[in-house]
């Protein structure tokens, strides 16, 4: 079994930043992809950013230039950095992992993070 727990959310005003960790535990035998997704009130979950094995990233055209997603691998655990933070950030933010061995990808727990004008 793979456990994501997320951490980091919380209320901050407009232009403000938060830092998102998500650690994953359990038995790993590799990690192709960790990212964080988002779903905010009445709206469907999007993806917000991605990295993958080999260090790549990618990110939702609304969070570019202002979110940052990183990792340590050491610790199985990646990092969302949000900058210049905006109302319509709202959301439960999710941690999503895609590990090797396993067929379905993991979620974690999701954590608040709630932007005031």
């Known amino acids: 079994q793979v456990q994501l727990v997320g951490s980091g959310g919380g209320l901050v005003q407009a232009g403000g930043s938060l830092r998102l960790s998500c650690q994953a535990s359990?038995?790993?035998?590799?990690?192709?992809?960790m990212g964080w997704y988002r779903q905010a009130p009445g709206k469907q979950r999007e993806l917000v950013a991605t990295?993958?094995?080999?260090?790549?990233?990618n990110y939702a055209d609304f969070v570019k230039g202002r979110f940052t997603i990183s990792r340590d691998n050491a610790k199985n655990t990646v990092y969302l950095q949000m900058n210049s933070l905006k109302p319509e950030d709202t959301a439960v933010y999710y941690c999503?992992?895609?590990?090797?061995?396993?067929?379905?990808?993991?979620w974690g727990q999701g954590t608040q993070v709630t932007v005031s004008s």
């Open positions: 990295i993958i094995r080999g260090g790549t990233t």
């Open positions: 999503h992992g895609d590990f090797v061995g396993r067929l379905t990808a993991v």
């Open positions: 359990g038995t790993i035998f590799g990690i192709n992809a």
